[in-house]
């Protein structure tokens, strides 16, 4: 197991060894324990064991959730991987990383190289695997679209592959929208939150709307988490980053880009949410060059994160 941190806080990455370990760790554990409320016990002496999460977790292990980052998180924003681990497992989640994932492939095929796309799903897909996780989340709308939505579609001519993709992507979510139902189900008794007592408007990504339907849940969090969520006008219209878009067409780009800055400044909001790397990429590199100080563009995890 290998530890990185920042700060107080770690994301534990998962080797192919450990996996194995744990699994068979847990299989000698289950025939030891059957299936009573002594197993969680059992369960947690084994390799990859977690803590109790309060009184409503003290007869079952908690749920183990793997994280997949996606490039920007991984390479330009880690401490948006360190803030959902911080609130997760303040929710009663084990948080994993597992090391062979890779990216998501997502800029390949959009740049006419899908059989890119498909090899490193086939990684992707063996990494989350060997993890064991019963849920995989991801701070990218654009890679949660892509582990659950595309992958079963790119894989279609291989039966056994698209079977496993389907697998997979079942347990594939949004932050937001996993974290918001688990509180209204009632499954994070622990999380509590400081109240931010801050205007906060919020922006929508293209692909967390439109491709995976997801808007309330991000807005509920900040109203949760104590925020006075203010809509801007045209939230849902894209801040003009695109990946690939903002470099080729940087003029139409930073046209698009103003107007989510006018919409913004139109709020009177301290700060601004996103819940896409891209967008907080674009959304800074804007109110910098503009010289905005009234606001700040701060990601969703990072927020709630600050509160606990």
């Not at 203010?230 to 003029?251: H, I, N, Q, T, W």
């Not at 800055?261 to 301290?270: F, H, K, M, S, V």
């Amino acid at each position: 197991m290998q530890i990185y941190k920042e700060g107080k806080h770690e994301i534990r990455q998962e080797t192919a060894q450990d996996s194995k370990v744990r699994g068979k760790a847990d299989s000698i554990a289950k025939k030891k324990a059957g299936d009573g409320p002594e197993r969680a016990a059992v369960l947690r002496t084994g390799a990859g064991a977690e803590k109790e999460a309060g009184s409503k977790r003290e007869s079952k292990a908690w749920p183990r959730v793997g994280l997949f980052a996606g490039c920007l998180t991984d390479f330009i924003y880690p401490e948006i991987g360190v803030s959902m681990v911080k609130v997760l497992e303040s929710a009663g989640f084990s948080v994993v990383f597992p090391q062979g994932q890779t990216c998501c492939g997502y800029p390949a095929r959009q740049l006419g190289a899908p059989e890119v796309m498909a090899e490193v799903a086939r990684q992707n897909l063996a990494a989350f695997e060997d993890a064991g996780v019963d849920y995989i989340l991801t701070p990218c709308p654009t890679c949660t679209h892509a582990l659950k939505n595309i992958y079963p579609e790119l894989l279609a001519g291989d039966p056994v592959l698209q079977a496993r993709a389907a697998a997979m992507a079942a347990r594939v979510h949004d932050f937001a929208e996993f974290l918001y139902r688990q509180i209204k189900d009632g499954n994070a008794p622990g999380l509590r939150f400081k109240a931010l007592n801050k205007r906060v408007t919020y922006h929508d990504s293209c692909h967390l709307k439109r491709s995976l339907g997801v808007t309330q849940e991000p807005r509920e969090l900040l109203k949760i988490a104590g925020a006075d969520l203010v809509e801007m006008p045209y939230a849902d219209r894209c801040c003009g980053f695109g990946g690939a878009y903002s470099l080729k067409y940087p003029e139409l780009s930073t046209q698009i880009l103003d107007q989510k800055l006018d919409c913004i400044r139109e709020t009177g909001a301290e700060i601004v949410a996103v819940e896409c790397p891209g967008c907080l990429m674009q959304l800074r590199k804007g109110l910098a060059e503009r010289g905005e100080k009234a606001a700040e563009a701060r990601f969703l995890a990072e927020i709630l994160a600050d509160q606990l």
